[in-house]
């Protein structure tokens, strides 16, 4: 599983035809196309062309729709985004939530658990909130089952914030965060290879202090994420008392 995660860092589009060359030229590692289909619908990864990242749909569920066509984004806390992705462990795996501020970039709240349900969204997005003590006009995400859950939709609406999912063909939507895996993969999680949970948890708190507050974004003009998010908030805020003085 471990080998299919950096596989699909490296090219997402891959499907099982080809994942069984690639393990066997490369790896060394014979092993049949139902048992790759097996593993990664336990991992949540599915070929980008189909759905991509830790997306599994459940039907029941409640689909919303998709709310960012065509709409500009030009300040922090307008959209908000999240994201789960699988996470390898020595002797055993876990899942690592992320919420992210679309206009910034910065990781508002995060969380990891052994289990993919939405608890973990949850936390995230707690933590997200506690951290921030504002919330978004929207809030996208991809239609998996943990998104699309009672529990997790029943918490936006109540705070006000309406709902977006990506569908068929929005899997670029979620393109910042997925270069967020990306990054926390090779540079974290795949160079030190955490043995037990709070380990990883120490090693991912570090990281994101330092994605967040220490390193420039090309992107955001060599600013980090946390000055862009919090900058451009106190001139939202300053232009609103102005407007509101003038009134």
Same mark, same amino acid.
């Given at each position: ?8 860092? +490296? ?14 030229? &490369?790896?060394? +590692?014979? *092993? ?9 619908? #336990?991992?949540?990864?599915?070929? +980008? ?11 029941? #569920?409640?689909?919303?729709?998709? =709310? ?22 020595? #002797? ?8 992210? &501020? ?5 990781? =508002?709240?995060?969380?990891? !658990?052994?289990?993919?349900? *939405?608890?973990?969204? =949850? ?5 997200? +909130? ?11 995400? &991809? ?6 859950? /009672? ?14 999912? &990506? ?15 990306? !990054?926390?993969?090779? /540079? ?16 991912? /708190? ?42």
């Amino acid at each position: 599983m471990r080998l299919l995660d950096e596989v699909y860092l +490296i090219d997402p589009c891959l499907g099982t035809r080809r994942l069984v060359t690639i393990l066997e030229r &490369d790896y060394k +590692i014979f *092993v049949n196309r139902k048992r790759l289909r097996r593993l990664r619908h #336990h991992m949540g990864i599915e070929t +980008i062309w189909c759905r991509p990242r830790t997306t599994i749909p459940n039907q029941a #569920h409640r689909k919303y729709p998709y =709310l960012l066509r065509n709409l500009e984004i030009t300040r922090p806390d307008q959209v908000w985004c999240a994201d789960i992705t699988y996470v390898p462990m020595p #002797h055993g795996n876990a899942y690592l939530c992320a919420v992210m &501020d679309w206009y910034s970039r910065k990781v =508002l709240g995060w969380a990891i !658990s052994n289990t993919m349900d *939405v608890d973990l969204c =949850l936390k995230a997005l707690n933590q997200a +909130i506690a951290q921030t003590k504002k919330l978004p006009d929207i809030f996208n995400t &991809d239609q998996g089952s943990q998104f699309t859950s /009672e529990e997790w939709i029943k918490e936006l609406i109540n705070r006000g914030i309406k709902v977006s999912m &990506d569908g068929k063909g929005r899997w670029m939507d979620n393109v910042f965060i997925e270069r967020l895996w990306r !990054s926390v993969k090779y /540079e974290e999680i795949y160079l030190r290879e955490h043995a037990t949970l709070p380990a990883l948890e120490a090693g991912l /708190e570090k990281w994101f202090n330092r994605y967040n507050n220490w390193r420039p974004h090309q992107n955001l003009g060599n600013l980090t994420p946390s000055y862009v998010h919090q900058t451009e908030s106190e001139v939202i805020v300053t232009k609103t008392q102005i407007l509101e003085k003038a009134a």
